[in-house]
């Protein structure tokens, strides 16, 4: 007779906020028995989700160390500000339990590298919540450059503008900051909302190198259109050891809303994957198309559990180091020029006031178009870029 193990126990660290996206991921497979919800971690009191009820038996605390203790949790999915996770991943990782790591996973290399070796250390894995890499989109795209259907890939870049509102910059005391207590927070738009971005065109990369991409050089622009410390619109240009160069033009401030997109440019055509819809567009397509078949990051870190060796991890932390090597760089730049007056349209008021830099959406197209920088272009609002040499 057969014995069926128990539904592996979860734990979720930092439930309010973006962590009920986590908890309405994770209720139809408690309900469904392919895994079993224990306990639920914030500082604040747990918000209501009709599309995530809290079942009955789980644990609620304020206290991740004193949920660990009790609950026993053999996955923990953290969900907390950028700057506490390698200390609450430490103390997962002692309790013995594998990891769903929000993004950014961490933000040094030093801390990386702290993270891989408490890793080996436990004998536990990490996945690291940049959830597109999950897309079949993305796969198709990596096929058809294996196949050749761009030709020689000159250049990758991707363009993604959204608005944030007041209200998003007081959500919690590292919204917006540089740092917080001494530590790095870095809650700006590359490396915290539009960091998918960043980490599509690397994986553009890493599929035309056979291996994660590393950055020698940056030249990066940044901006704000309020006083935070750190950018709301940036254009990025990385360069590797080998392979095109990566451009990633963003903004929290746009007038017209681009989910994301990632451009592709070969000698043969281009490609442009819409990377949050899953939707693609190949040489010799007459419309863009959806590619359904986006495999949850939770689903596979429980199948990589189960079988190891035959079901490889989504987003291993691995394959994440030359995010945080960008990351790295950029805590080196200078304070994001400040931009105001006829520059910027107000919207709104209280904490739904937008501010909105005008025409900037035709700045990042015109960026990522020519893989220049808008200093490049001649944009009245633009500075001289930083630029960084990076190790390895």
């Not at 291993?316 to 990351?327: C, D, I, Y």
């Amino acid at each position: 007779m057969t014995r069926v193990s128990p539904p592996p126990r979860v734990a979720v660290i930092g439930a309010n906020g973006h962590g009920r996206w986590h908890r309405r991921v994770i209720a139809p497979l408690h309900a469904a028995g392919r895994l079993r919800l224990v306990a639920l971690v914030d500082v604040r009191p747990v918000e209501d989700d009709p599309e995530a009820p809290v079942p009955p038996g789980v644990g609620l605390f304020t206290d991740h160390r004193a949920m660990l203790a009790a609950a026993r949790p053999e996955v923990v999915v953290i969900c907390t500000p950028p700057h506490t996770h390698l200390p609450i991943a430490r103390d997962a990782l002692a309790a013995g339990a594998d990891l769903l790591l929000e993004k950014p996973p961490v933000l040094s290399l030093a801390e990386h590298e702290e993270l891989t070796w408490a890793l080996a250390a436990a004998g536990r894995v990490a996945q690291v919540g940049f959830q597109a890499l999950g897309s079949a989109a993305l796969t198709a795209l990596t096929d058809a450059l294996a196949a050749g259907r761009l030709g020689t890939v000159t250049g990758i870049a991707t363009v993604a503008a959204w608005q944030r509102p007041d209200a998003y910059y007081a959500r919690s005391p590292w919204a917006g900051r540089r740092s917080l207590d001494g530590r790095p927070v870095l809650d700006g738009a590359l490396a915290n909302p539009l960091a998918h971005a960043v980490m599509q065109c690397l994986a553009v990369a890493e599929a035309l190198g056979g291996a994660p991409p590393w950055p020698v050089a940056i030249e990066v622009e940044r901006y704000r259109v309020r006083p935070i410390e750190v950018e709301d619109t940036a254009v990025l240009r990385v360069r590797f050891r080998a392979g095109p160069p990566v451009l990633a033009a963003v903004t929290l401030a746009a007038e017209e809303f681009v989910p994301g997109e990632v451009v592709v440019t070969g000698t043969a055509g281009r490609a442009v994957l819409e990377y949050p819809t899953d939707r693609l567009r190949l040489p010799g397509d007459v419309v863009t198309r959806r590619v359904p078949g986006r495999r949850g990051l939770l689903e596979n870190l429980l199948a990589h559990r189960a079988d190891p060796a035959g079901v490889p991890l989504i987003a291993p932390l691995g394959r994440t180091a030359p995010f945080t090597a960008l990351l790295d760089a950029l805590r080196a730049a200078p304070e994001p020029r400040l931009l105001d007056g006829d520059f910027i349209a107000v919207v709104g008021d209280g904490g739904e006031r937008v501010r909105h830099l005008r025409g900037v959406v035709d700045v990042l197209r015109r960026a990522a178009e020519r893989g220049a920088l808008p200093s490049e272009l001649a944009v009245p609002w633009a500075v001289p870029a930083y630029r960084a040499e990076l190790a390895g």
